[in-house]
């Protein structure tokens, strides 16, 4: 079985927002909340590097681990799904979280945050009909046989997203590439530029 | 902790609107707006309640379109359930961007959910907005223009074109603005690269890029001077980082900004503002030194580098120091660069560009790439990415004031081949023009007010105007006001005007900014997802859109709009004369026909609808390395016929992927240099020496074709007999048969000849580049050695301050550097972008890039509000960004924004429910005057500004 | 890069940090056998260790940014995984241990020791003890409390609990239900306390007798009742246990409940981990409390009832208050006659 993750190429990302407006297409999430975004350190200095973040899909999860609804599951793919029936807005799943994913879309008093909503791998969410499915948690993309917008419209293909073994080949091609003259795509397949084979997004 | 409380939602930037306002309106985002546009205003109300596109189950269309937002041309595939845009999804095999989209192409489907667009005709009565019918709309409009014309001759109205028309509807535009008699007419090619037009095709030929985004991944060396692929062409980095990491390539950013671009470059040069061309000589005084130079190249194919020689001299590596601020170390090892890593080449936008010195900075740049030998190679050449995404057709297609379609320029011979394309008497044509006799001699003949400067010829005298009288009435159609200089000299011109009328999707700035009472019409227009046609990409590449959608609301295609109004005006007939109408409504492709049969000089010929449309449907047989089909319909094709696709498209000619590229045939897409420039001069050949394209039965420079030519070399009888009658008295740009192109390419010659590169336009006011001061310069002590032009007293028929404006000494009061760019997340005016809520919650405020040294000394905080006063006395109330982007003496503002004027919110004024989401200050409410000696341009990367803390 | 798959190591939890990044910290090391001063220019020019370092330390520089508007998180969530192990592994524990334990060992005394019984008969004659107003605020005190520990309890344990006995539909709801009672009633519960707690704050400043008592174990050890003023010391215990991680969990309990001053993550886990810990506490000292007032003392549950206690309770538990006040004492008969005058809002004579 595959497991499904994302991984950002710093080397490649540009800060673009792409990917956060293409998640945006994807799963019309309202405005303030941004299921994935784009962090920028030292921002105008010489070392400035940017990261696209999202939810990971981690292994070990932190925020199934501590909800205290159960809203949050993990797939056998890896994918981490929220349902938000039953989600009742604690916020632990955000105080857990290294990524800062998990988002609400409000901050009222009382603790009135509404429904957690995060990064879904574009693989929607619990629910009775497609319909209500895309009311509630966007895009299924993955059950079209498709991955998530935000890496398949990466403006420079710096956002990889597929099978963890894949995205790690890839990556690791890419680095290689980088190294040598001629290194890593001799003799390879993917070394042919017109094949969009080292990118992630063709695959899935 | 913070003390305050916070709102559920992001404050939106400056308004000082309630929460529950702007629920409401954070409330209609996303959600199925295309379906109010079917049910008419009255659902408004409830439709913008929808949070979500609606989800169906119904049957899906696939159209396949390309984004609207930059030149870079990215493909889309829009999914479309019921007329509703539903779905966008990558198209992978778009051999352009590979399914990559940026921030504003990844939400390219809102354009079919905006809710904050122009609904319907509207005009501005007693300051209040009312709704008009198309039908009165066009009946006013119309009569009043008719009404200006009769009492000021038709030089009295300004049409205003766009970048963002399609192809077909931009020519039409031209056309429109020649039958309707007048010259005033232009885009925004003027404000963005009509100096890299001007300044490059007087050098080679063409004004345009030479290579494709995709060749450069065979480069070695790409250098960035004023260009932030980052941000203004993210797409473009696809391939710029597949040449750093596939060929080690070293990206150079030369910029007064560390940009988002220079985070990805190997070498970062920080420039003062406004020396590029001090900067450039100051790289070949290295090359020179060292014996970089190509001179086999440069005998073989460059005239008058030794001119150049002796202007380099002058600018040995302390003097370079002293103007443009780069260590002779940075300015040796950037030579180095170049010079070792072969071939490179050289991109510029904006930030070489919009300078009075830009035609100066493009010839050097130009220049720079001749003497390393990179141009028309792959992996070289200079690489200018264009603005918006058909700013390329716009200005091949002529929306300028200065030329006809093709480049033909406004002499009566240009008039005559096209009266001859659009089957019009000529003299009838000559007769719907004012026929007297001014400064720049008949309006005819003589170029147009530019879009620059409209707003002096509303203000200036009349009696200085090379035309009848000032302009009366301001036709904005498709243009953002706040992308242009002078901000309150604008609004003064704006209430002096007799008509204003705003023909747009959204009201733009110039609907709200212009404090009037009445006199002020609003037109909605379709976008290019609504309509269906052609666009030209950067890379000279022309791509078919298909429609996505109907257009929503009430809003009608441009080319519709153009012909209601030109029949209102009397000459409807003559405009469409060649078209099948449906309805009120040209048919696109007989319009792609028409310049089709006209546009020889930049081989638009070539790419008719069929053809288009076969690469359209065939984007997956494109190579993504070098562009060329294999296999497939269009096999051997290069992807969107780039420009030059010479003669007939019968002729099958596949394109020509990189200009000037002598190791190809001409017919598989090879060239040589133009000879544009004549065949000599003070008696030393400019036609190239001993270099030819391959295959060419011509083996040595020849100048461009014309019947003579043809009978000369007896390749006359290669014509068929009905071309020999068509080409008989012609040349190759004027012999509507296309004989004289195709028998010259079945020798594998060049039409327009072989010539060399000339670094020597004796035509213009520098004829070898020479470094300028800005008109508002810091650097007070460089004036007396580079000092700026005298006044000319008429040029595009208004008087143009240099002298007079540098003279001034303004530092006292201004010491600081402005200079501005763009953001990723907006384009242009940023009208259309700040009203797409997935963009405009990315960018909510208004900024000002402040150096964290510069910020202590003037006692700034980030976050806080400062007032930016331009030399000329136009302020900005924006947020201070405290930043290391920044040189210490230089100032950033992005000028996406608008909808605030000098600290007021003009967020009343859009008719209800059309503001955007995000409003601000316009940067260019701050900019000053200064405009290019050959076009025109205006200055926008460097002037000089104070900055006080607002309170 | 080592031939082992990254994945497998790297998605550990305590890893997850470097997962994020680890486009360029794999870099690093696949770089090693190429050109490492390359390497070090283009694979990963940014993250040195000083970038490392800022991430980590949780902190957003100065030239930090991030796409979401008014955002102030960091790249990583430095302290979100040492919340969740000092959640998971430490207070849930805790709060079961606390409360559990809490419960059994009152079994245990109850069983072992029983129930505390007055030495001397009834005199019938009663003492004014708790004025109505304290009584109410009492029972409303306590009513909210019992309410708050239950649905907090819920929120920490539930899931382990009831999901499994009551399905997905009743369980959403139960739980969204929890939520909505513990974070509105929270905050009356808090203000009420702080009344109460200013109410009775005279009669529970600690006095020197209070050390005997607590030599005598209250009474435990040796025959006698050692001496005893209004309260006792072991009710002053609780009191200042009120007072003190009382309001701590209301603080806390505040912070989490009004998120819309824009404390910031951090700020909320560690309110987070005060609440749950003296909230567990508490609920473990107050079924203490419950059982002593109720089961555990005969005679203590009617004066929080009626407000009045017999005047042998008030000899045997309260001797200093006792001689305080005894020659109030009021005769049984009179005070069930004397129901309709508002005597019972009198305050209650105080010691000192």
Redesign the interface.
């Known amino acids: 079985m595959a497991?499904m993750?994302f991984?950002?190429?710093?080397?490649r990302c540009i800060?673009c927002?792409g990917c956060?407006t293409a998640c945006k297409n994807a799963n019309e999430v309202e405005w303030?909340v941004?299921r994935r975004?784009?962090?920028?350190?030292?921002?105008?200095?010489p070392?400035?590097?940017s990261?696209s973040?999202a939810c990971?899909h981690?292994?070990?999860a932190?925020c199934i681990?501590?909800?205290?609804?159960?809203t949050l599951f993990q797939r056998d793919d890896g994918i981490v799904l929220h349902d938000k029936?039953?989600c009742?807005?604690?916020?632990?799943c955000?105080?857990?979280?290294?990524?800062?994913a998990p988002q609400f879309p409000k901050?009222?008093?009382?603790?009135?945050?509404g429904k957690m909503d995060k990064c879904t791998f574009c693989a929607g969410g619990p629910a009775e009909t497609k319909e209500e499915e895309y009311q509630k948690y966007g895009a299924n993309r993955i059950a079209e046989g498709k991955l998530p917008l935000c890496a398949e419209m990466c403006s420079t293909k710096a956002l990889l997203a597929g099978d963890?073994?894949e995205v790690?080949d890839i990556?690791?091609q890419r680095?290689?590439q980088?190294?040598?003259k001629d290194?890593g795509w001799s003799g390879n397949p993917r070394a042919d530029a017109d094949s969009l084979a080292y990118d992630a997004t063709q695959q899935g | 902790?913070?003390?305050?409380?916070?709102?559920?939602t992001?404050?939106a930037g400056g308004l000082g609107i309630s929460r529950r306002q702007f629920l409401k309106r954070s409330g209609a985002t996303t959600g199925g707006l295309a379906a109010a546009g079917f049910m008419g205003a009255p659902m408004m109300q409830r439709t913008e309640a929808d949070e979500k596109t609606a989800w169906s189950d119904a049957p899906v269309e696939t159209r396949r379109t390309v984004c609207s937002h930059c030149s870079v041309g990215c493909g889309v595939y829009a999914e479309v359930q019921e007329g509703v845009w539903t779905r966008q999804e990558p198209a992978f095999d778009h051999p352009i961007n590979r399914g990559a989209h940026c921030a504003k192409g990844a939400s390219l489907r809102q354009h079919g959910h905006s809710s904050r667009r122009l609904k319907y005709p509207m005009k501005l009565v007693g300051g209040e907005w009312q709704r008009l019918s198309w039908e009165d709309a066009i009946e006013e409009i119309g009569s009043k223009v008719l009404e200006l014309t009769e009492a000021n001759g038709p030089d009295s109205i300004y049409w205003l074109g766009s970048a963002k028309f399609s192809n077909e509807q931009a020519y039409l535009m031209r056309k429109f603005a020649a039958l309707a008699g007048t010259n005033n007419t232009d885009h925004q090619a003027r404000i963005c690269h009509s100096t890299t037009v001007a300044g490059v095709a007087n050098t080679w030929g063409y004004g345009a890029m030479t290579n494709s985004l995709n060749d450069i991944q065979n480069s070695k060396s790409i250098m960035f001077i004023g260009s932030n692929p980052t941000e203004a062409h993210p797409v473009a980095m696809q391939h710029i980082l597949l040449a750093?990491e596939r060929s080690?390539a070293h990206i150079i950013v030369v910029d007064p900004r560390f940009t988002r671009t220079a985070?990805k470059a190997?070498s970062y040069v920080r420039i003062r503002p406004g020396s590029d061309v001090a900067f450039i000589w100051g790289l070949l005084w290295h090359i020179f030194e060292n014996g970089w130079e190509d001179q086999e190249y440069i005998d073989q194919r460059v005239y008058a580098m030794d001119e150049v020689r002796d202007e380099v001299a002058q600018f040995p590596p302390d003097v370079v120091e002293n103007i443009t601020g780069v260590s002779e170390e940075a300015m040796l090892d950037t030579a180095r660069r170049l010079a070792e890593n072969r071939p490179g080449c050289v991109v510029w936008c904006m930030g070489g560009t919009q300078h009075t010195t830009g035609n100066n900075n493009t010839r050097a740049y130009c220049i720079l790439e001749l003497a390393l030998g990179n141009i028309g190679k792959s992996g070289g050449g200079a690489n200018i990415f264009r603005g918006h995404d058909n700013v390329q057709g716009a200005t091949d297609l002529g929306l300028m004031s200065h030329s006809l379609p093709g480049y033909y320029g406004l002499a009566e011979g240009a008039w005559k081949h096209w009266a001859r394309v659009w089957d019009l008497d000529y003299e009838w044509l000559k007769g719907r023009f004012d026929q007297a006799e001014y400064a720049d001699g008949q309006p005819m003949n003589s170029s147009g007010i530019t879009v620059s400067r409209w707003i002096d010829g509303v203000l200036e005298q009349e009696e200085d105007i090379s035309q009848r009288t000032r302009l009366k009435a301001m036709f904005y159609w498709g243009h953002a006001v706040n992308s242009q200089t002078r901000g309150p000299e604008m609004q003064k011109a704006m209430q002096q005007l007799e008509m204003m009328v705003i023909v747009d999707p959204y009201p733009t700035v110039a609907g709200v900014m212009h404090d009037r009472q009445d006199g002020v019409y609003l037109l909605p227009a379709a976008t290019q997802f609504e309509t269906y046609g052609s666009v030209t990409a950067t890379n000279r590449s022309i791509q078919w859109r298909d429609k996505v959608i109907e257009p929503l609301f009430e809003s009608k295609p441009d080319h519709e709009i153009m012909y209601l109004l030109a029949r209102k005006l009397g000459f409807g007939d003559e405009l469409v004369k060649n078209f099948e109408m449906n309805g009120d409504e040209p048919l696109v492709e007989d319009i792609t026909r028409e310049f089709n049969a006209g546009m020889w000089t930049v081989g638009y010929t070539g790419q008719s609808p069929e053809r288009l449309k076969a690469h359209q449907q065939n984007w997956h047989t494109f190579s993504f390395r070098d562009l060329r089909a294999e296999g497939g319909p269009a096999d051997g094709d290069y992807y969107g016929l780039p420009w030059p696709c010479w003669g007939t498209a019968e002729m099958g000619h596949p394109g020509t992927p990189i200009l000037y590229d002598t190791s190809k045939k001409v017919s598989e897409g090879g060239l040589t240099f133009r000879a544009r420039f004549g065949i000599e001069r003070d008696g030393e050949n400019i036609l190239a020496d001993g270099s030819f394209s391959e295959g060419s039965e011509l083996e040595d420079g020849y100048p461009e074709f014309t019947d003579a030519m043809l009978k000369d070399l007896g390749w006359w009888d290669d014509l068929t007999e009905e071309e020999k009658a068509e080409a008989e008295g012609k040349n190759w740009k004027t012999d509507l048969s296309g004989g004289i192109q195709r028998v010259a390419i079945a020798h594998e010659c060049a039409p327009f000849g072989n010539a060399k590169a000339r670094c020597n336009v004796w035509t213009f006011p520098d004829p070898i580049p020479k470094h300028r001061e800005p008109l508002y310069t810091s650097r007070r002590d460089l004036v007396a050695d580079y000092p700026t032009w005298d006044d000319v007293a008429s040029h595009y028929r208004l008087p143009t301050l240099y002298k007079t404006i540098q003279e001034k000494d303004v530092t006292g009061d201004y010491p600081i550097i402005l200079t501005s760019g763009r953001l990723v997340e907006y384009e242009g005016g940023g009208e259309e972008t700040r009203s797409m809520s997935w963009l405009a919650?990315?960018q909510?405020e208004m900024f000002v890039e402040i150096n964290?040294a510069l910020a202590n000394d003037l006692a700034i905080a980030?976050g806080d509000m400062v007032w930016v006063e331009g030399a000329e006395g136009g302020r900005v109330r924006v947020k201070a960004l405290?930043?290391?982007r920044v040189a210490r003496e230089v100032v950033f503002m992005p000028f996406h924004f608008g909808g605030m004027f000098q600290g007021e919110s003009l967020h009343d004024r859009y008719p209800e429910g059309s503001a955007p989401y995000v409003l601000g200050e316009a940067a260019n409410t701050a900019t000053t005057y200064g405009y290019d000696s050959v076009t025109q341009m205006q200055e926008t990367k460097c002037t000089l500004c104070r900055i006080e803390k607002a309170s | 890069?080592s031939k082992s798959?990254?994945?497998q190591a790297l998605?550990?939890?305590p890893l997850?940090?470097l997962?994020?990044?680890?486009?360029?910290g794999?870099?690093q090391v696949?770089?090693a056998?190429?050109?490492p001063d390359?390497?070090a220019?283009?694979?990963?020019?940014?993250?040195?260790a000083d970038?490392w370092r800022?991430?980590k330390s949780g902190e957003t520089?100065?030239?930090?940014?991030?796409?979401?508007?008014?955002?102030d998180?960091?790249?990583?969530?430095a302290s979100?995984?040492t919340?969740?192990q000092l959640?998971?592994r430490w207070v849930s524990p805790f709060g079961v241990i606390a409360v559990v334990g809490m419960i059994v060992v009152i079994a245990l005394f109850y069983l072992v020791v029983g129930r505390k019984k007055l030495d001397e008969p009834r005199t019938g004659r009663k003492l004014l003890r708790w004025s109505l107003v304290v009584r109410s605020l009492h029972w409303t005190v306590a009513s909210l409390f019992i309410l708050l520990a239950l649905t907090g309890l819920n929120?920490?344990y539930?899931?382990a609990v009831f999901?499994p006995i009551f399905g997905?539909g009743f369980?959403?709801a139960m739980?969204?239900g929890?939520?909505l009672i513990h974070?509105?009633l929270g905050?009356l519960f808090g203000i009420l306390l702080v009344i109460l707690l200013l109410r009775l704050l005279a009669h529970n400043i600690p006095r020197k007798h209070d050390l005997d008592w607590f030599a005598k174990g209250g009474g435990l050890v040796g025959k006698e009742h050692p001496d005893a003023g209004f309260a006792n010391a072991g009710e002053k215990v609780w009191y200042w246990l009120l007072a003190t991680a009382g309001i701590a969990v209301i603080v806390s309990g505040l912070?989490?409940?009004?998120?819309?001053?824009?404390?910031?993550?951090d700020?909320?886990?560690w309110a987070?981990i005060i609440h749950a810990v003296g909230a567990f506490g508490l609920t473990a000292v107050a079924l203490g409390h419950i059982y002593i007032g109720t089961l555990g003392t005969e005679g203590s549950f009617e004066g929080m009832a009626t407000g009045y206690v017999d005047e042998t309770w008030a000899k045997e538990h309260h001797n200093l208050w006792y001689e305080e006040v005894k020659d109030q004492a009021i005769p049984e008969e009179q005070l069930t006659a004397g129901r309709a005058h508002p005597q019972g809002d009198e305050p209650a004579p105080r010691s000192g």
Request: proline fraction near 7%.
């Open positions: 497991t993750k991984m950002c190429d710093a080397e800060e927002n956060v303030g941004q975004r784009v962090v920028t350190l030292n921002d105008g200095e070392s400035e590097v990261i973040v990971m981690c292994d070990d932190p681990a501590v909800c205290p609804t159960e029936d039953l009742i807005g604690c916020g632990y955000l105080y857990a979280c290294p990524f800062g901050q009222n008093a009382f603790g009135e945050r963890a073994q790690a990556f690791r680095v290689v980088r190294g040598h290194g | 902790m913070r003390l305050t409380p916070r709102s559920d992001p404050r750093k080690q985070a190997d919650e990315l909510q964290p980030e405290v930043t290391p | 890069m798959t990254p994945w998605w550990r939890l997850l940090v997962a994020l990044v680890a486009s360029l794999l870099a696949a770089l056998q190429a050109d390359r390497e220019a283009t694979a990963v020019p940014a993250l040195d970038a800022q991430i520089g100065p030239n930090y940014r991030d796409s979401r508007f008014d955002s998180y960091n790249l990583i969530n979100g995984e919340w969740r959640r998971e929120l920490a539930g899931k999901r997905d369980w959403a739980m969204s929890t939520k974070n509105y905050p912070v989490l409940d009004f998120p819309n001053y824009g404390q910031a993550r700020t909320m886990q987070n």
